[in-house]
């Protein structure tokens, strides 16, 4: 294949099959394995209509474009407003920044709170572990991970991929799932909280989604 081709190919991810889904998986509110999976196939859609319409144009993809950390946040925040239009019982939290990011339908008035420990709080990631939050918060959590390429990739010689998710997994929470990383006294970084082994392994337990060959 030509450079043109391999970049062309990168465009255009494939959607996600009902039978890489665990059947056994358990989601609150009545959402589905396969509410997830249209969710997850609206972002695959999305990227490919975006990025070919960028390679016609000459321009780089949309993933090369943006920072890591912004770029996950675009995942998460896709899922968080596409998952309802699937599942009728959860709404999108609209409250500004409230948690969690999705709620029971008609809980709440306006469907808006702004903090409450009823929902389902979403991350998109790029890692498969060590899960990372502003807040150590008891909640029902739902981590989207996925593979794509950076900004930096072309310099250091890494090759065009499609973005593909890897892995989708859930569970409650509770505080002392959570820890918090330490920081220098003179160091401007946001305090972060990461999910400790205990909720890494409640959350694996219950593993919603698995990319075929990445191992468990």
């Known amino acids: 294949m030509t450079d043109e081709e391999i970049e062309f190919a990168a465009c255009n991810p494939e959607p996600v099959k009902i039978e890489h889904f665990n059947p056994n998986a358990v ?25 070919v319409r960028l390679n016609e144009n000459g321009s780089p993809r949309f993933e090369t474009m943006l920072m890591p950390a912004n770029f996950s946040s675009i995942v998460g925040e896709f899922f968080i407003a596409n998952l309802p239009k699937h599942a009728p019982g959860v709404v999108k939290n609209r409250y500004h920044n409230g948690h969690p990011d999705i709620l029971p339908a008609g809980h709440f008035p306006n469907d808006s709170q702004q903090y409450c420990e009823l929902g389902i709080e979403v991350k998109g990631s790029r ?11 008891a909640c029902w959590l739902m ?8 900004a930096v990739d072309e310099a250091n010689d890494v090759p065009p991929m499609p973005f593909r998710f890897l892995r ?16 220098s006294a003179t160091s401007r970084r946001t305090i972060t909280a990461s999910v400790t082994n205990s909720g890494y392994n409640k959350m694996m337990a219950n593993w919603i989604y698995n990319a075929p060959g990445l191992p468990m």
């Open 27 to 51: 989601i609150p509110f009545g959402v589905t394995i396969q509410n997830v999976r249209a969710a997850m196939n609206d972002f695959i859609d999305f990227m490919k209509m975006v990025n």
């Open 127 to 137: 890692y498969l572990k060590a899960w990372q939050g502003h807040n150590a918060e």
């Open 143 to 150: 981590v989207v991970m996925f593979d794509a390429n950076r």
């Open 168 to 183: 989708v997994v859930g569970a409650q929470l509770t505080k002392d799932d959570w820890k918090f990383a330490g920081r």
